[in-house]
T-cell receptor, first 117, second 112 residues
Framework: DARVTQTPRHKVTEMGQEVTMRCQPI?????VFWYRQTMMQGLELLAY????????DSGMPKDRFSAEMPDATLATLKIQPSEPRDSAVYFC???????????????FGPGTRLTVL | AQSVTQLGSHVSVSEGALVLLRCNYS??????LFWYVQYPNQGLQLLLK??????LVKGINGFEAEFKKSETSFHLTKPSAHMSDAAEYFC??????????FGTGTRLQVFP
């Protein structure tokens, strides 16, 4: 059963600390998306990658957020330093135009719930 | 620019009643349209999608949606609600891009 996995599922940290969230896309998927979900803003696209290269990170605060794909099986989202306003659920999704499905059908992970105190 | 409007942030129905969740889109080109469902503490799951062809699309769990170009709508329906349908539902639009533009979501409550 192919699924997107995310770790950790929950993270509580103090303001100023570094936070790293990890995502393992579905094997064979070459597009990875990072979203943030809050009550106030809903679902926001932070960044996405195709074949490990960043295509769009315009939704991401550049001063404290960074996203990378060290290899095809791992995507990371880092916040340094974290602030209380970063508290949200962060979702990773993956997809692929070669998967046989619509190229923008995205498969979501379970999310990382981040609380910054 | 593309956008999605979901009318009603909360919808409540009785078990067995018709479910109707509304979605209107704005797109300068023929869109791809999607409905996703999010159960508590879970990620989003694709319910159904419209890309081309038949305008009435059937999805999982008995849901269906109809693409109406003249009304720029893609409303989600289910003839008979079940308690397990309680969740948040998101409409999304895309075209010629990897990116999905999501609506603000509609929370469906089902009462016994």
């Amino acid at each position: 059963d192919a699924r997107v996995t995310q770790t950790p599922r929950h993270k509580v940290t103090e303001m100023g600390q570094e936070v790293t969230m990890r995502c393992q896309p579905i094997l064979g998927h070459n597009t990875v998306f990072w979203y943030r979900q809050t009550m106030m803003q809903g679902l926001e696209l932070l960044a996405y990658f195709r074949n490990r290269a960043p295509l769009d990170d315009s939704g991401m605060p550049k001063d404290r957020f960074s996203a990378e794909m060290p290899d095809a099986t791992l995507a990371t989202l880092k916040i340094q330093p974290s602030e209380p306003r970063d508290s949200a659920v962060y979702f990773c999704a993956s997809g692929s135009p070669t998967s046989g499905s619509s190229y923008n059908e995205q498969f979501f992970g379970p999310g990382t719930r981040l609380t910054v105190l | 620019a593309q956008s999605v409007t979901q009318l009603g942030s909360h919808v409540s129905v009785s078990e067995g009643a018709l479910v109707l969740l509304r979605c209107n889109y704005s797109s300068s080109v023929p869109p791809y349209l999607f409905w996703y469902v999010q159960y508590p503490n879970q990620g989003l799951q694709l319910l159904l999608k419209y890309t081309t062809g038949a305008t009435l699309v059937k999805g999982i769990n008995g849901f269906e949606a109809e693409f109406k170009k003249s009304e720029t709508s893609f409303h989600l329906t289910k003839p008979s609600a079940h308690m397990s349908d309680a969740a948040e539902y998101f409409c999304a639009v895309s075209r010629n891009t990897d990116k999905l533009i999501f609506g603000t979501g509609t929370r469906l409550q089902v009462f016994p």
